[in-house]
Nanobody
């Protein structure tokens, strides 16, 4: 079992920045790849970023590429999502998740999820 807790969400103006954190406890965080997803009202949960267990490989969805950066600090059992140049369409609940798979970019590939943190971007 891995427990995940997101933090860092909030209200920000368009063009602003936020950094989300994902604190892990339980099994060894460094043994899992990590992803960030988001779900806007009335929409399905979508993949936005992935990072390998050792942090060497990252992948981003097109809507956030060049604006968001995923990272992790295995010594602190924490993952991060730095979000810059935020747009109103980035408004959603953001979730972190971990997967035992080497590469994981689809919801069902992730075994453990956080409860989510709300990000609201005003225009």
């Amino acid at each position: 079992q891995v427990q995940l807790v997101e933090s860092g969400g909030g209200l920000v103006q368009a063009g602003g920045s936020l950094r989300l954190s994902c604190a892990a406890s339980g099994r060894t965080f460094s043994g899992y790849s990590m992803g960030w997803f988001r779900q806007a009202p009335g929409k399905e949960r979508e993949f936005i970023a992935y990072i390998s267990s050792n942090g060497a490989i990252t992948t981003y969805a097109n809507p956030v590429k060049g604006r968001f950066t995923i990272s992790r600090d295995n010594a602190k059992n924490t993952g991060y999502l730095q979000m810059n140049s935020l747009k109103p369409e980035d408004t959603a609940v953001y979730y972190c998740a971990v997967s035992p798979r080497v590469v994981a970019t689809i919801n069902w590939q992730y075994d453990y999820w956080g409860q989510g943190t709300q990000v609201t971007v005003s225009s």
